[in-house]
C-alpha cells in the first residue's frame, strides 16, 4: 500500500501540471534519491522527486478511520504514518525554476491536503484516505535527514502522510504490466 499511495500522488501532482502549467513532461518521479553504491538513483534532472523517508507506527488511541481498532482474524491492524520528502532536483542553473516548482508543490498541498475516493478515484480501494501535513524541521534536523540520505541538501519539503492501515489483506501478487509483445514472448 506504499506504492500504491505514493504513486497515486505522484500521478495526480504530474496531471495538476499537466492542467495548470500545461507540462506534459512528468515533472514529479517517485524515486529514491541515492543508489545503495552511492550513484544518484534519478533519471534525468529538472524533477521534482518524491521520496519515503521514514515510517512511524500511529499511537494515537482515538482514531477514527474505518476498521483502525478492529481485529481481523484475532490480529489487530497496524495503522502507519509516512514522512516523505519532496525534492527539488534541478541543475544549478535552473535553482530558480527548482525554487518555482517547489513553492507549486506546497501550494498543492495547501489546496488539496486530503486524498480519498471522492477527489482521488484513482486511490487504492484499500486506502480510506491520505492527509498530508507539512513537518516543521530544524536546521540540525535536516542536516541529519540528509547526511542519513547520503545525498547532498536539495530545497526540499518533508510531509508527514497519515495513515495507512496495515492487516494481512494488504499482501498481494503484484504482476507487472506487460507494455509490447516482445515483452510478452519474455515473460513466457
Same mark, same amino acid.
Given at each position: 500500500?506504499?506504492?500504491?499511495s505514493?504513486?497515486?500522488? +505522484? ?12 507540462i506534459?513532461? &512528468?515533472?514529479?518521479?517517485?524515486s529514491?534519491?541515492?543508489? &545503495? ?10 524533477? $521534482?522527486?518524491?521520496? =519515503? ?5 500511529e499511537? #494515537?488511541? %482515538?482514531?477514527? &478511520?474505518?476498521? #483502525? ?14 514522512y ?8 544549478n542553473?535552473?535553482?530558480?525554476? #527548482?525554487? /518555482?516548482?517547489l513553492s507549486?508543490? $506546497?501550494?498543492?498541498f &495547501?489546496?488539496? %491536503? ?15 484516505k491520505? +492527509? ?10 535536516v ?14 519539503v518533508?510531509?508527514?502522510? /497519515? ?5 494481512? #489483506?494488504?499482501? /498481494?501478487?503484484? /504482476?507487472? =504490466? ?9 515473460i513466457?
Amino acid at each position: 500500500m506504499i506504492y500504491e499511495s505514493l504513486s497515486c500522488v +505522484t500521478d495526480e501532482i504530474n496531471e495538476y501540471f499537466r492542467g495548470k502549467l500545461k507540462i506534459y513532461e &512528468q515533472k514529479i518521479v517517485l524515486s529514491g534519491l541515492v543508489n &545503495q553504491d552511492g550513484t544518484i538513483a534519478i533519471q534525468g534532472e529538472n524533477k $521534482i522527486v518524491v521520496t =519515503l523517508v521514514n515510517l512511524e507506527k500511529e499511537t #494515537a488511541k %482515538n482514531l477514527s &478511520q474505518k476498521g #483502525a481498532m478492529t481485529m481481523i482474524n484475532s490480529t489487530p491492524v497496524l495503522n502507519i504514518n509516512l514522512y516523505v520528502l519532496f525534492s527539488a532536483y534541478f541543475t544549478n542553473s535552473n535553482y530558480a525554476e #527548482a525554487l /518555482r516548482f517547489l513553492s507549486f508543490i $506546497i501550494g498543492y498541498f &495547501q489546496v488539496k %491536503n486530503v486524498f480519498n475516493r471522492a477527489n482521488t478515484p484513482t486511490l487504492d480501494d484499500r486506502i480510506d484516505k491520505l +492527509t498530508f501535513e507539512i513537518v516543521d524541521m530544524s536546521t540540525d534536523a535536516v542536516s541529519n535527514m540528509w547526511s542519513s540520505l547520503g545525498a547532498k541538501y536539495m530545497p526540499s519539503v518533508l510531509y508527514k502522510v /497519515r495513515m495507512l492501515t496495515f492487516d494481512e #489483506a494488504v499482501v /498481494r501478487e503484484f /504482476r507487472p =504490466l506487460i507494455t509490447s509483445a516482445s515483452d510478452e514472448n519474455q515473460i513466457k
